[in-house]
C-alpha cells in the first residue's frame, strides 16, 4: 500500500514562488506526478519525476528525492491563474494503482 | 483525440434509485480508472480496469457499487440503490502504457452525481 500527505493549502502573492510538498510511503513505484485541478474542473497533469533531482517545464519545476520518499512541486512567477488544487500522484509498480494525494489548495493573491 | 468522455455531466437522482454512469476512454489506452471526489475524503479510487479486467476494486464502496468495461472503449459505474451520501464528482481516467506507463493520467470531465 502507498499514503501521500500533502499541505491542505498554500497562500502566496502575484509573481512570488511558492514549493508544495509531498511525502510519500509507498512499496515501489514508477516515479512522482503532480496535477493541477481547478474548481469545477478535471486533473490536469503538470509534471512527472521518474529518477531523483529536478524537472523544469516552464514556470513549473518538479523534484523527487527517492531516499527521502519526498518531492516537491516549485510554482514560478506565480499569476493568478494559478490559483487551483495541486496532487502529487503514484503508480504502484505492483498493483499498478494510480494514487492521489488529499491535494494542497493554492490561493494566489494579487 | 476527443480525450476521456463521461456521460452524463450531472445527474440528479431520488435516494434509492440506480444510477449508471459512463465512461469511453482515450483509444489505445490500456488501463480505465473511476475516482469519486468529495470534499471531506478528497480524490478517492474506485476500482481499477487493465485490458479490460478489474484489477483492484478494494476502493468500491460497498455492494451497492459496481463497474464493468465490456470492451476497450466502454466502462460503466452502476451505484443501485443510491445513497445522499453518495453525492459526489466521479471521474474516470485512462492512461497508456508502455513508454508512458506510470506517467499520466487522462481525466474525463466528470459526473456530478447529486442524490437528493
Known amino acids: 500500500g502507498q499514503s501521500l500527505e500533502q499541505p491542505s493549502e498554500v497562500t502566496a502573492v502575484e509573481g512570488a514562488i511558492v514549493q508544495i510538498n509531498c511525502t510519500y510511503q509507498?512499496?515501489?513505484?514508477?516515479?512522482l506526478s503532480w496535477y493541477q485541478q481547478h474548481d469545477g474542473g478535471a486533473p490536469t497533469f503538470l509534471s512527472y519525476?521518474?529518477?531523483?533531482g529536478l524537472e523544469e517545464t516552464g514556470r513549473f519545476s518538479s523534484f523527487l528525492s527517492r531516499s527521502d520518499s519526498y518531492g516537491y512541486l516549485l510554482l514560478q512567477e506565480l499569476q493568478m491563474k494559478d490559483s487551483a488544487s495541486y496532487f502529487c500522484?503514484?503508480?504502484?509498480?505492483?498493483?499498478?494503482?494510480?494514487?492521489f494525494g488529499p491535494g494542497t489548495r493554492l490561493s494566489v493573491l494579487p | 483525440d476527443a480525450g476521456v468522455i463521461q456521460s452524463p455531466r450531472h445527474e440528479v437522482t431520488e435516494m434509492g434509485q440506480e444510477v449508471t454512469l459512463r465512461c469511453k476512454p482515450i483509444?489505445?489506452?490500456?488501463?480505465l480508472f473511476w475516482y469519486r471526489q468529495t470534499m471531506m475524503r478528497g480524490l478517492e479510487l474506485l476500482i481499477y480496469?487493465?485490458?479490460?479486467?478489474?484489477?483492484?476494486d478494494s476502493g468500491m464502496p460497498e455492494d451497492r457499487f459496481s463497474a464493468k468495461m465490456p470492451n476497450a472503449s466502454f466502462s460503466t459505474l452502476k451505484i443501485q440503490p443510491s445513497e445522499p451520501r453518495d453525492s459526489a464528482v466521479y471521474f474516470c481516467?485512462?492512461?497508456?502504457?508502455?513508454?508512458?506507463?506510470?506517467?499520466?493520467?487522462?481525466f474525463g470531465q466528470g459526473t456530478r452525481l447529486t442524490v437528493v
Open positions: 481516467a485512462s492512461s497508456p502504457t508502455g513508454s508512458r506507463l506510470g506517467i499520466e493520467a487522462f
Open positions: 509507498t512499496s515501489g513505484f514508477y516515479g
Open positions: 519525476n521518474a529518477l531523483d
Open positions: 500522484a503514484v503508480r504502484e509498480k505492483y498493483g499498478q494503482n494510480f494514487v
Open positions: 483509444s489505445g489506452h490500456n488501463s
Open positions: 480496469f487493465n485490458n479490460n479486467v478489474p484489477i483492484d
